[in-house]
């Protein structure tokens, strides 16, 4: 319809050269894809399960670019449905970055993708169909009992409506540990790997694992537990049991001296 899709792949492929190349389409729908110079390439586009047809084009000279126009990719939702919830821990907070598999009624996985950075997830399904939504808290290779959640469901009979399975909340996070890592001067040691055995356990923000420019870090762990904490430093591996505090709670583990 002519419409902008943003978060599209684009892909290309060398023709008379080994080499591949997929970037995401912004949100109006532009892109800019690297390829070899002076040579022919395969281009094509992707959303979901919808596909453009490949063309091939002469690629430009070194440091020019082509505008190659608009890739048409055909989304025919009469007979399909999207799929929409959220992941949600122990707090309600979103949970982001966790792999989630769309199964159908025989167990097989259809589809899967990791939740974004606001713990959301979005699939493209068929009408009148069971599916489990599987979500994968721990790691994507958990399976076992306390690693996933699932959720049953069947879609409706008409094509392009959305079916929004709400807010699913998972055993993971709901009380925090902080603390600074220092050295044995009490210097602050920044960029310290800060982990826990216990699967359900993940950061506050984009590298929550390591300690920041002054030592100091924050992780979330499963409430009223013992948790194995450990510190990774320069191949120094400190180890730590804490038992992690009430729903909502957080406890300050103090200065943590590494090695």
Known sequence: NGNPVSMAHVNSKGVDYTGSSRVNTNDSGRF???????????????????????????????????????IVINIDMS??????????????????????HLLDSNGKAVDYVTTSTDGKFKYYGGLNTKYTLRINFCSYQDTSKNGYKDTTFVTGSNGGVTLDLGTIQVDRGGAFFTGRVVDSLSNPLPNVYVFTDDCSSYGSNERSSMTDSTGNFKISVRPDKDINISFYCKQVNKKLVEHSPGLGQTKDLGDIVVP
């Not at 007979?79 to 989630?100: K, M, R």
């Open 32 to 70: 800019v894809i690297a390829v070899k110079s002076s040579a022919k390439a395969t281009i094509w586009a992707n959303y979901y399960i919808f596909n453009s047809t490949g063309v091939d084009y002469d690629t430009p000279a070194t440091g020019d670019t082509l505008d190659i126009g608009n």
């Open 79 to 100: 007979n399909l449905c999207i799929i929409v919830g959220e992941v949600v821990d122990n707090l309600g907070n979103p949970v982001p970055n966790v792999y989630t």
